[in-house]
């Protein structure tokens, strides 16, 4: 049963594309401030869940609340208005703008920040994600890392109160997930909570209190990480193939 | 933290849009000092900075890529000669046909903004076939006949000329501070995020139906004041001559040769392509295939356009319709 406390309650959620079922009774609740991870194998329905949850393709089953209201039938920019940020998994960014505009569409539609506090926004967030010496460069001359940093700091001046993110640390150095996590550490200290879907496990423990395991449109487990680490089921679905799939690291 | 700072104005910028102002200032006194066929030809060169600035707002900023645009620019013309008709003085007649093709373009957007690129194209198309069939069966059109603007026929010649050259340039002037306003506003942010990645622009909040309706309707009332102010210098109107498909090769032209997604591209290739017609204009068929041709020469090896060309090379950035941060810890401009 959602507490006060909860920020997004979605239930019975169902997706399918044509005949693959790809989500099948998902139901997913986060608190407000709560950062959650979710991890599961390649096709589990990750990043299936967050389209569903941020709007960009409708659910065939269940409802969402989200802060107390029902918005199932709201598009994607109801709901980023709303509150629900996204970052894309493989990045969408706009190409013929520069890195500072991209955000600053993010802050003035989304974000509904007007004149110099859109700008302070985007220019906090860039600070905030190391993107500032990017701000004049058009965003598709950006190497791939960038592209992701720039899917965060861009999400990000929407100012979301949940923030959702697909998969933004893969391909880092050690030292550069160490920045990763202590920027989701300062957004999460802005009181966002935050969902992040990354098959680097380690890293994401180190940032998330809870740990969600997808397989095959499920939800097989659900809890503190270290409980669901050690949960039968994830190792075989998950762990055991992840050693050769996604080396940790 | 230093203080970082968003620069839009420049003084270049600011010296450029003073310059601008002289040139309007001194287009402005153009029938008095110009010769009448060069009055003349100036009219025209104003309709197509239009058109081209109109397409340009589709294509370049939107990412609507239209080949039947010529469908509002007949319509303009068509429906300026009914208000005429109707006893709508003359000139009011062409600003109100503006605006009812404005209006009458709501409905139309809403069926083919939910078209998607190549398909959007083609639905255009279809539209403009569709829309000159069905001028073609007022019995007043009757056919291929055609009609005119009676109501201007019977004005003096000098008169005529200079009223209509004032005319367009009021309207160029005033199509072009729409176009500059709105891309340097919120909208315009949208719609080039729109026109770059419409999921993104959704996820970030962009209402992305109602940010292309919104340039689909100025470009759809902006081709269609073009049409009128040709009726207006041509006085005939022949339904095959208007709702030609080679309205839009002329607006594609112009937008790809003086750069697509620039605001000041399509004005240099509405002056290219009105130097060209008149040196070649005389040629025909040949003067079409070398429109053509060159069109397609820059779309694959110069797809900027000669202004985003220079702007690229010299680092111009004259009117002020982006965002510049200035990062004063390096005493530079940062890129
Ligand atoms: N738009 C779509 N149309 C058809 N099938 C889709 C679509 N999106 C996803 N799928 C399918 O749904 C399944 C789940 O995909 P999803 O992207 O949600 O997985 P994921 O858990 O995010 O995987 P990964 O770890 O590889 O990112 C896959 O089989 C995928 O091929
Ligand atoms: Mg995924």
Redesign the interface.
């Known amino acids: 049963m959602p507490d006060a406390d909860t920020l997004l309650d979605a239930r019975g959620i169902g997706k399918r594309f044509n005949a693959l079922t790809v989500l099948s009774d998902v139901d997913f609740a986060i608190r407000a401030e709560e950062a959650v991870g979710i991890v599961g194998p390649n096709g589990a329905g990750k990043t299936t869940l967050l389209n569903v949850l941020s709007g960009a393709m409708p659910a065939d089953a269940g409802h969402i609340l989200f802060a107390g209201q029902d918005v199932s039938r709201l598009d994607a920019p109801a709901r980023c208005r709303r509150g629900i940020g996204r970052s894309h998994q493989i990045p969408r960014p706009f190409g013929g703008m520069t890195v500072f505009e991209n955000l600053l569409v993010a802050a003035r539609t989304g974000g509904n920040a007007h004149g110099a506090a859109a700008y302070d926004r985007c220019v906090d967030s860039l600070r905030l994600c190391g993107m500032l010496p990017f701000a004049n460069r058009r965003a598709e001359a950006l190497a791939l890392l960038d592209r992701k940093r720039l899917e965060l700091a861009r999400a990000l001046a929407t100012a979301p109160r949940l923030l959702l993110l697909d998969e933004i640390g893969g391909g880092l150095t050690d030292a550069e997930a160490a920045e990763l996590v202590d920027i989701i550490r300062v957004i999460r200290g802005r009181g966002v909570a935050v969902v992040w879907i990354e098959h680097i496990v380690h890293v994401l423990v180190q940032v998330v209190g809870r740990l969600v395991c997808m397989d095959g449109g499920r939800v097989i487990a659900d809890g503190p990480p270290d409980t669901v680490l050690r949960d039968a089921a994830v190792i075989d679905a998950y762990l055991g193939s992840a050693a050769h799939d996604h080396p940790v690291g | 933290?230093t203080q970082?700072t968003?620069q839009r104005w420049t003084p270049a910028a600011i010296a450029f849009a003073l310059a601008i102002a002289v040139v309007l200032a001194v287009l402005a006194a153009g029938p008095l000092i110009f010769p009448a066929g060069f009055t003349e030809r100036l009219t025209a060169l104003f309709v197509y900075v239009i058109l081209g600035a109109m397409w340009n707002a589709l294509a370049g900023y939107s990412g609507l890529v239209s080949v039947g645009q010529q469908a509002f620019f007949g319509l303009g013309a068509f429906v300026a000669i009914l208000l005429s008709n109707a006893g709508v003085p003359v000139y009011a007649a062409l600003l109100l046909a503006a605006l009812a093709v404005g209006v009458l373009s709501l409905p139309i957007g809403e069926v083919m903004l939910r078209l998607r690129g190549g398909e959007f194209a083609i639905g255009m198309w279809v539209l403009a076939e569709l829309a000159h069939l069905l001028v073609n069966l007022d019995p007043l059109v009757n056919g291929e006949t055609g009609t005119s603007l009676i109501a201007l026929d019977a004005v003096p010649a000098a008169a005529r000329r200079a009223d209509t050259y004032w005319c367009a340039l009021a309207a160029m002037t005033a199509l072009l501070g729409i176009v500059f306003l709105l891309l340097r506003g919120?909208i315009g942010?949208?719609l080039?995020?729109v026109?770059?990645?419409e999921?993104?622009?959704?996820?970030?909040?962009?209402?992305?139906l109602a940010t292309k309706r919104v340039v689909f309707v100025l470009a759809a009332a902006g081709c269609a004041l073009a049409g009128a102010l040709w009726l207006a210098t041509a006085i005939t109107f022949q339904p095959r001559a208007y709702f030609s498909v080679q309205w839009t090769a002329y607006m594609i032209f112009i937008t790809l040769v003086g750069g697509i997604?620039t605001f000041e591209g399509p004005v240099l290739g509405a002056v290219i392509f009105f130097a060209v017609e008149t040196l070649f204009g005389a040629l025909g068929v040949w003067y079409l295939v070398g429109l053509g041709a060159a069109a397609l020469l820059f779309a694959l090896f110069a797809p900027r356009g000669l202004w985003g060309a220079a702007q690229r090379r010299y680092d111009l950035r004259l009117l002020p319709l982006?965002?510049?941060?200035v990062?004063p810890t390096t005493g530079r401009?940062?890129?």
């Open positions: 933290m970082i968003v919120r942010a949208s080039q995020a026109r770059d990645d999921q993104a622009a959704a996820s970030v909040g962009v209402r992305v997604g982006g965002f510049h941060v990062l401009i940062i890129r």
